[in-house]
Nanobody, 113 residues
Framework: VQLVESGGGLVQPGASLRLSCAAS????????MSWYRQAPGKERELVAT????????NYADSVKGRFTISRDNAKNTVYLQMNSLKPEDTALFYC???????WGQGTQVTVSS
């Protein structure tokens, strides 16, 4: 099993980023997928979740209206589109596959002027 995140970086407040998580080694189309994040000194928190066929999504209150989770089962990839980024969004973002229970290595997002 492998989950490889990409797309993080350093951006200014108000900017956008799109994170990608490429999956392999399991049946991606059958797994609910989530994005989590962990800021320095804080616990890891759930950001967004999407069901296996993409029919249902859920978001943390702090990102509703700004972030969008999506997936392409033909490409075994889940995405997180992040708009209107704020300094408080600065964190290490992780991809998580619910079936099997597996974490990616994370990609850093830093929002700073």
């Amino acid at each position: 099993v492998q989950l490889v995140e990409s797309g993080g970086g350093l951006v200014q407040p108000g900017a956008s980023l799109r994170l990608s998580c490429a999956a392999s080694g399991f049946t991606f189309s059958r797994s609910t997928m989530s994005w989590y994040r962990q800021a320095p000194g804080k616990e890891r928190e759930l950001v967004a979740t999407i069901t296996s066929a993409g029919g249902s999504t859920n978001y943390a209150d702090s990102v509703k209206g700004r972030f969008t989770i999506s997936r392409d089962n033909a490409k075994n990839t889940v995405y997180l589109q992040m708009n209107s980024l704020k300094p408080e969004d600065t964190a290490l973002f992780y991809c998580y596959a619910h079936t099997p229970r597996y974490w990616g290595q994370g990609t850093q997002v830093t929002v700073s002027s």
